[in-house]
């Protein structure tokens, strides 16, 4: 008992997963793909650093056949470090947009999230917003809220800027919404609709399921999201997704998993899980997330995020933003 | 710095005891010491990894907030926990007023709440969007009014000062309950009155406990993630997370980890400094007769103050997760709570039996070899309370890993097959890893217990011809239970909550409450984490219960 560590039954089908994204969001994943093909999910969930760490550390012994977490930046920092095999799959690059996935095939989107504009729809109208920004607007002053500069989609946010503007002018744009803050940024997206939607500040930046869950628990909050920066790049796009790790033991199935991950039939339960738009474009959202309206997606690939977020966490200290 | 010295037979060397015996005392330290400092020098040595300019960036962004944010976090808490802890061991152990009895160990059931949660809860109840101040805007007829920033230094000050108080209290309520009395009457013998008695006597001779506890909660401070993110204040720990998961420089936060170590050195120094000079006094035995009694309104002050503490500290936190966990209970409870309960109860059972035991052995080597080669050895092998949980995790899954190749590769070469890892992932590298990690805990609680025992003992003791083994069996185990139990439970407690170490390794499958929180937690869930919280807080009670009756009767 003390001392059986994971000696992998070699033989039985099975995938083990090391995952960054909660349990409660794919374990009824896992266990579909059971019922449907009898072979075997072992998941272990920790957050993507120590999960990272510890790949690199078990090397070629690992137990691990797929990585799955959250986040563009952290996909492709798992592959920079070779943690993740490239998959030459046709199911996965007709399922998958070439924009949600690795261009070199080691990890693919398998739910879209976009990080988007709130507002308090009884002081603001949506006429008054246009692009990200021009939430740095002197007309804002006092009246935007963010989460803090440590998470992650800020990080990819402001690095997807600086692919679109460059390092200087999003260090201004990053300053100007320092400027126009209303109270400090907040460490959780839902603090931060909630103070919009209390009205101490009008607008705020947040992750379109965290909307989701907000409004489906009070849905009498007087917010509502704007897609942003329709006239230019479009909108900030995340996703979720997985990779098979590089001394997968179970490769094969492991590939089969994914390719099933990103069907048609799995596609909804991934997303809807937790109100994400599926990555798959081919199945149609949840009703209450289509109800947010369409837009248009930023396509430039979202490894772009991973491969400047050093620089953007960089630019945000330098920007004050905390 | 003056090296601190216990007068008594020890600074002349040890003549009484056989040598081979002390070297094997002396061996189980260094191994335990080499143990901690494994994790330890894996993460700090990775500074010599490749330089970068991240350093450079934290030293021209934050470097001089962060070391700010850090004293003021460390003075505040340490004033305000020192000042809480003190008066209500005081006031439960001295003296007796309305409902002592059950605030008596009603104050140690803040212990079994995380403080994130704490964290989360009173950023809740007192921002801006939360029910004080939005009920307030809606009686003013405002849309906005001024109100205390709960989200600043002094909110975070205050909620780590109600969730670390327990550890002072526990151990200054042991110094009291042992002495503190006795030291009283013998003041007044001589004329002098109660409150300078307190303040001449009582506190003087609970300096070691004193110290000992704002030791524990100080490295708790300095290592802590969960709380300071939270409140996004950014400390050392904030930091290293960037620097190591956001700027993926292991060099930078190796860098900022050794500063941060080497401030803990400071503290513990500064507290055996505290120590210095300190007297000795028999443990006498003290009996509830001799408790001050309150007259009239005072009485119910003291009950006010004490349980006012109680309501901030536990109730109303407690009462907020209530609320919540009755909102989730429905779709989240399920039967793999009976699971995680198990687990948790386990590793929290099979960690504090460990870690006290070992914490034992360091104590006592302490004590029967005193010079400054073994003191340095004990406060090294307590140093793994000071890194930040999730550092120190990856610090000890490197080695473990290491040690697991060299087995597999061994085996496939002497057998031929396979094994897999056999070590890391198994509940013995779990409990180790807890060991590394709460061993200050459990040294804390011991060492203050043994530094009231006199010289004059040991020479007692001695001159009966007991040494080594039985002279710990005979004379200082009974004299230490008091200690052992506050040890054991706090360790059990800490266990229970702590996610990092639990979260990377822990087998497939062995989900505890504080997994189960996390899982609830990384995406912003909270409300749907006060069922694993209110559960692991209910599941605390039962050793709070059990070692306070326990404690309780064996100090009459």
Same mark, same amino acid.
């Given at each position: ?161 600086? #692919? ?82 590089? #001394? ?75 | ?474 004379? #200082? ?72 009756? #326990? ?6």
């Amino acid at each position: 008992m003390l001392g059986t560590g994971f000696a992998v039954s070699a033989g039985a089908e099975e995938v083990v997963v090391y995952s960054a994204r909660n349990e409660q969001l794919i374990k009824p994943l896992f266990d579909a793909y059971t019922q449907e093909t009898g072979v075997h999910v072992t998941s272990l969930t920790d957050k993507e650093g120590p999960l990272m760490e510890r790949l690199k550390a078990e090397g070629e012994q690992t137990p691990a056949d797929m990585f799955i977490t959250v986040d563009a930046g952290n996909l492709w920092r798992a592959a920079k470090e070779g943690l993740l095999k490239p998959v030459d799959s046709k199911v996965l690059q007709g399922n998958i947009p070439a924009h949600l996935r690795d261009p070199e095939n080691r990890w693919f989107g398998l739910s879209v999230r976009a990080r988007t504009i709130v507002y308090n729809t009884k002081k603001v109208k949506p006429s008054d917003l246009t692009t990200y920004e021009a939430l740095g607007d002197p007309k804002w002053k006092g009246r935007l809220c963010l989460r803090t500069s440590k998470k992650v989609y800020n990080q990819s946010l402001v690095a997807m800027m600086i #692919y679109d503007y460059g390092v200087a002018k999003t260090e201004g744009i990053v300053k100007s919404w320092v400027n126009n803050l209303a109270t400090d940024v907040f460490a959780d997206d839902t603090p931060v609709m909630l103070s919009v939607a209390a009205g101490q500040c009008d607008v705020g930046i947040v992750n379109t399921y965290y909307f989701g869950r907000l409004m489906a628990k009070k849905p009498e909050l007087p917010i509502a999201l704007f897609w942003p920066n329709q006239s230019n790049s479009g909108v900030h796009v995340n996703v979720s997704g997985a990779g098979v790790t590089q #001394y997968a033991k179970h490769a094969a199935a492991a590939i089969k998993l994914l390719e099933w991950l990103s069907s048609e039939k799995a596609q909804n339960l991934f997303a809807d899980q937790n109100m994400e738009y599926p990555a798959n474009p081919k199945v149609a959202p949840d009703p209450r997330v289509a109800a947010w309206g369409s837009f248009k997606q930023n396509l430039i690939n979202v490894s772009k995020a991973g491969e400047l977020q050093g620089e953007a966490v960089k630019l945000m200290d330098r920007a004050g933003y905390k | 710095m003056k090296p601190y010295v216990l007068r008594g037979p020890f600074e002349r060397g040890v003549t009484f005891v056989r040598r081979s015996f002390l070297d094997r005392w002396l061996l189980a330290s260094l191994s335990l010491a080499a143990l901690v400092l494994t994790p330890l020098g894996v993460v700090l040595f990775s500074i010599f990894s490749h330089t970068n300019d991240v350093w450079r960036h934290f030293v021209q962004t934050s470097l001089f907030t962060l070391i700010a944010n850090t004293l003021w976090l460390t003075a505040g808490v340490a004033v305000g926990t020192t000042l809480l802890g003190v008066s209500l061991a005081w006031l439960t152990a001295a003296c007796d007023f309305p409902g002592r009895k059950w605030l008596d160990w009603a104050l140690m059931l803040p212990l079994a709440l995380p403080p994130y949660v704490v964290a989360f809860v009173s950023i809740g109840l007192f921002d801006f969007t939360g029910p004080i101040q939005t009920a307030l805007r809606a009686w003013l007829g405002v849309e906005k009014l001024w109100f205390p920033r709960i989200r600043s230094t002094g909110g975070v000050i205050a909620v780590m000062t109600l969730t670390l108080y327990p550890y002072l209290y526990m151990l200054v309520r042991n110094a009291f309950l042992t002495q503190g009395r006795r030291g009283i009457e013998v003041a007044q013998s001589l004329g002098q009155g109660r409150l300078r008695g307190f303040f001449r006597v009582a506190l003087p001779m609970a300096r070691p406990w004193i110290a000992g506890g704002l030791a524990l909660v100080l490295m708790e401070t300095l290592a802590d993630f969960g709380t300071v993110s939270i409140f996004n204040y950014d400390t050392f720990t904030t930091a290293i997370y960037k620097a190591w998961f956001g700027l993926f420089s292991l060099s930078a936060a190796a860098q900022l980890a050794s500063l941060l170590v080497m401030i803990v050195f400071v503290v513990l120094l500064v507290e055996q400094q505290l120590r210095f000079h300190q007297r000795f006094s028999q443990t006498g035995r003290s009996n509830v007769a001799d408790r001050f009694r309150f007259r009239g309104i005072g009485g119910w002050i003291a009950f006010a103050y004490v349980f006012g503490v109680f309501l901030i500290a536990f109730i109303v936190p407690v009462g907020q997760l209530t609320v919540w966990a009755a909102g989730v209970i429905a779709e989240d409870v399920d039967l793999q709570y009976i699971t995680f309960l198990g687990h948790s109860l386990f590793l929290g059972g099979a960690a504090a039996l460990l870690t006290t035991a070992c914490a034992l052995v360091l104590v006592s080597t302490n004590r029967l070899r005193n010079d400054l080669f073994t003191r340095m050895t004990v406060r090294l092998a307590t140093l793994g309370y000071a890194l930040p949980g999730s550092v120190l995790a990856v610090g000890i899954f490197i080695p473990l890993i290491w040690i697991d190749k060299q087995i597999l590769s061994w085996v496939k070469v002497l057998f031929g097959i396979d094994i897999g890892f056999v070590l890391s992932g198994s509940l013995l590298a779990m409990l180790l890893a807890y060991l590394i990690r709460f061993m200050a805990v459990a040294h804390g609680a011991i060492d203050s217990a043994m530094n009231r025992i006199t010289p004059s003992l040991d020479e007692t003791a001695r001159s009966l011809g007991l040494s080594g083994f039985s002279l710990l069996r005979k004379v #200082y185990f009974p004299i230490l239970r008091g200690g052992l139990i506050t040890a054991a439970l706090l360790v059990f407690v800490d266990v229970m909550k702590e996610m990092p170490i639990t979260l990377m390794t822990r087998p497939f499958g062995w989900d505890t409450l504080s997994v189960r929180i996390f899982e609830m937690t990384s995406e912003g869930e909270w409300e749907r984490a006060a069922l694993p919280a209110m559960v692991l807080v209910l599941t605390g009670f039962i050793p709070i219960l059990l070692l306070t009756r #326990y404690s309780s009767r064996e100090i009459k």
